[in-house]
């Protein structure tokens, strides 16, 4: 008897742990790659922007480098 409660439980606890959330394997997959790309195109974006920031750092340093020389020589003449 003992033998059979044991096989009755060791089946509805599996009934109850198989049927709870079925999740397809694609909608995991899809959750996954929407995840992947989200982070990417965050990671993406980020890096963009830092290389836009430098980038305009550097154009306003050699612009006002240009205006210096510009002026001293203006000044010299």
């Given at each position: 008897?003992?033998?059979?409660?044991?096989?009755?439980?060791?089946?509805a606890t599996t009934?109850?742990?198989?049927n709870s959330g079925e999740t397809k394997p694609e909608e995991v997959v899809d959750s996954a790659a929407t995840?992947?790309?989200?982070?990417?195109?965050?990671?993406?974006?980020?890096?963009?922007?830092?290389?836009?920031?430098?980038?305009?750092?550097?154009?306003d340093s050699a612009k006002a480098a240009a205006d210096a020389v510009v002026d001293s020589a203006k000044a010299a003449h």
């Open positions: 008897m003992k033998k059979f409660f044991a096989i009755a439980l060791i089946a009934l109850v742990a198989c995840e992947m790309v989200d982070s990417t195109k965050a990671a993406v974006d980020a890096t963009v922007d830092s290389t836009k920031a430098a980038a305009d750092a550097t154009v």
